[in-house]
């Protein structure tokens, strides 16, 4: 579980790197160029700069492997049925909210530049984002205050079939051996 976790975090962070890359690729207007020798071509010494929308492309692709690590983090066994929890339910549904937003967004942006014809490709991995939120930070709530014992004595009582069956249990109680 820690490895799975750690590996996610790894993940994720590379991917916030690649996102600033690609973001700062656009702003410069450097799509995939080269610096220029004297002689006006490629001076191949340096090195060539990835395209900004294959490096979008690679950052979403690298969120769904993070997703991945997290849901086998959080995959329950017939050993330890804890895992399929969260320790802390509320920081674990804002982490896992993240990397929702980060795909929406990265899908959102790979259709607005032509570089994917629909965002439905990585859907499935928002959902399943969702649904290891569901699974993992259920969080039961805390129990309202509810009807002291003297209102479920008078509620029983009010109600003469429940009284019965309340009577009766509780006799069969006190003698086992009557019927």
């Known amino acids: 579980m820690i490895q799975a976790i750690t590996d ?8 916030v790197d690649l996102v600033a890359k690609a973001y700062g690729l656009y702003e410069l207007g450097i799509n995939q160029q080269m610096a220029r020798g004297a002689d006006g071509g490629d001076y191949s010494v340096l090195v060539l700069l990835g395209d900004p929308g294959e490096t979008l492309y690679e950052t979403a692709t690298s969120v769904q492997t993070a997703a991945q690590r997290l849901g086998e983090a959080y995959k329950q066994t017939k050993k330890y049925l804890g895992l399929a929890t969260a320790r802390r339910p509320q920081e674990m549904s804002a982490t896992l909210a993240s ?19 629909d965002s439905a490709e990585f859907d499935p991995c928002v959902e399943f984002l969702g649904e290891l939120e569901t699974r993992t930070c259920s969080v039961v709530l805390a129990q309202g205050s509810g009807p002291s014992a003297e209102d479920v004595t008078a509620a029983i009582l009010a109600d003469p079939v429940i009284a019965g069956a309340a009577a009766g249990s509780a006799g069969a109680r006190r003698h086992p051996t009557v019927r």
Do not use: D, F, K, N
């Open 8 to 15: 996610a975090t790894r993940i994720l962070a590379h991917s």
């Open 99 to 117: 990397p929702r937003r980060a795909l929406t967004g990265l899908s959102a942006a790979l259709v607005a530049r032509g570089l994917m014809e």
